[in-house]
């Protein structure tokens, strides 16, 4: 597969935005793809908020088994970060979330408060793009989006939400100037933080084939009736007869092909997927 592309050009205004903003927030959410949480990890941004408590939510933490996801968390915590599995749709893991952050910034809450101040901690929520940012600022509003308008210091126009003890930042996603291995890339790909429109489908769907026939045969054996098939190109085949994805005259269509296994995979229909 060619060099997958990334543009740090346009990622340069987001940056801005969250160094700018910087001197506002007393921490950050770092949010976290549960599939490939690794591969996920912006260092550009680990840097940038290198001063800051962080916290890093490995989200969509229904799309995998919960032992990976917590092994995951484990590796996170074991290099002394703090780490959380959350998924955005469900209330419980959203509370625990809360929590985790009241936790984080308790002895701050509790200094302010013998002071007799009262103010929210400023949370800033960055990320790869399509972690589920901004839904998880929504769950953990309630929807109600709070908005607190312009704060000193902070960009005009910027948009806080309000909750009780805390008020979030969302900000656009950001992708890493560099990758420290094309296995990484693709895994955003397959996640869907990559843009699209650069993305050869085709060659995306034959690598993720070629990743799952190893990892997870018999998941892809269930979804799409497929048997004994160890390559990619023939699992693309297999799909294609299975699903009827044929041109006029009989050729396999293979772009039909891909784009329903990458559906298929973003939408966690082939089963609960681990790529890390
Ligand atoms: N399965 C699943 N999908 C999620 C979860 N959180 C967000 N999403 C979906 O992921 C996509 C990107 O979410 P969004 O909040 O826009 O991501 P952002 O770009 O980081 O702000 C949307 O289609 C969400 O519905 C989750 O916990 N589980
Ligand atoms: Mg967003």
Redesign the pocket.
Same mark, same amino acid.
């Given at each position: 597969m060619k060099h997958l592309q990334w543009f740090p050009g346009h990622m340069t205004a987001a940056m801005r935005m969250m160094e700018e903003n910087l001197k506002a927030v007393d921490g950050v959410i770092i949010?976290l793809d549960a599939r490939a949480p690794f591969s996920s990890v912006n260092r550009k941004l680990d840097g940038l908020f290198k001063d800051k408590k962080i916290l890093y939510v490995l989200?969509?933490? @229904?799309?995998v088994e919960i032992s990976d996801a917590l092994s995951a968390v484990k590796k996170f915590r074991e290099e002394g970060k703090s780490a959380v599995c959350?998924?955005?749709?469900?209330k419980r893991t959203v509370d625990a979330l809360y929590g985790a952050l009241l936790a984080l910034f308790k002895d701050k809450l509790e200094r302010n408060k013998e002071k007799g101040i009262f103010k929210p901690m400023r949370v800033m929520v960055a990320?790869i793009?399509?972690?589920?940012?901004?839904?998880?600022i929504n769950a953990l509003s309630g929807g109600k989006k709070t908005q607190t308008g312009n704060k000193a210091g902070v960009t005009r126009g910027k948009q806080w939400v309000r909750l009780k003890d805390l008020e979030l930042l @969302?900000t656009p996603?950001t992708m890493p100037p560099a990758f420290d291995d094309q296995q990484s890339a693709l895994r955003l790909a397959y996640i869907?933080s990559m843009n699209d429109a650069n993305i050869d489908f085709n060659d995306l769907a034959f690598e993720l084939l070629k990743e799952l026939l190893v990892k997870y045969p018999e998941l892809l054996k269930a979804r799409y009736d497929i048997e004994g098939v160890k390559e990619p190109l023939d699992a693309m085949n297999a799909v294609c007869v299975r699903r009827g994805f044929l041109l006029k005259g009989g050729d396999y269509d293979y772009e039909r092909c891909a784009a329903a296994v990458i559906d298929d995979f973003r939408k966690?229909r082939i089963g609960k997927i681990f790529l890390d």
């Open positions: 949010v989200n969509k933490c @229904d799309l959350v998924s955005a749709n469900e990320g793009p399509n972690t589920g940012k901004s839904t998880i @969302d996603g869907g966690g």
